[in-house]
T-cell receptor, first 114, second 111 residues
């Protein structure tokens, strides 16, 4: 049981390059989330998907797109990376069926944009 | 505006003592509150959840209180150990079942 997996673990991009961060969960959760974590800012929600086939903007969606490929996979795309997108990105999954939305996090992707 | 506030200063505490962290919130009416632990270079890990109608919740050496009048939760680690050194995040349920996280409070347990 792997939980939430993310690839890659580390990435360095040049300004203007694009990339996709991959996330998969094997806990059969309906909801999936993308966060970024910056020093002094805490975790901020970029996009989320409450269920397969739906996606919604979070607190800081600008410069990002997402795809909920199926129930297991939720990807985050940076179309034209900017230095302000240097951050640690976490994917999480959870199930609000019980009403409490305990979230399970992946190990993170450390992205540097030069 | 909505705020979740945790102490930005690290809490240094002697092994064996009780560490107490505070989470204050403004302009939320959460049905429940969660606490997570985050180790350096790792993702957060869920620890405890407390509902609005619960005053206190315990799990092993952890205790959480929730005062909806004060808009505050306290997180206690009793008999603290060096392995408890980490950053602890509080999180509140926001609109559409999203979680809003505090910035976290680092705990350093000194042997």
């Amino acid at each position: 049981n792997a939980g939430v997996t993310q690839t890659p673990k580390f990435q360095v991009l040049k300004t203007g390059q694009s990339m996709t961060l991959q996330c998969a969960q094997d806990m059969n959760h309906n909801s999936m989330y993308w966060y970024r974590q910056d020093p002094g800012m805490g975790l901020r929600l970029i996009y989320y998907s409450a269920s397969e086939g739906t996606t919604d903007k979070g607190e800081v969606p600008n410069g990002y797109n997402v795809s909920r490929l199926n129930k297991r996979e939720f990807s985050l795309r940076l179309e034209s990376a900017a230095p302000s997108q240097t951050s640690v990105y976490f994917c999480a999954s959870g199930d609000v069926a019980g009403g409490y939305n305990e979230q399970f996090f992946g190990p993170g992707t450390r992205l540097t944009v030069l | 505006s909505q705020k979740i506030e945790q102490n930005s200063e690290a809490l240094n505490i002697q092994e064996g003592k009780t560490a107490t962290l505070t989470c204050n919130y403004t302009n939320y009416s959460p049905a429940y509150l969660q606490w997570y632990r985050q180790d350096p270079g790792r993702g957060p890990v869920f620890l405890l959840l407390i509902r609005e109608n619960e005053k206190e919740k315990r799990k092993e050496r952890l205790k959480v209180t929730f005062d909806t009048t004060l808009k505050q939760s306290l997180f206690h680690i009793t008999a603290s150990q060096p392995a408890d050194s980490a950053t602890y995040l509080c999180a509140l349920i926001s609109g559409n079942n999203r979680l809003a996280f505090g910035k976290g409070n680092q705990v350093v347990v000194i042997p």
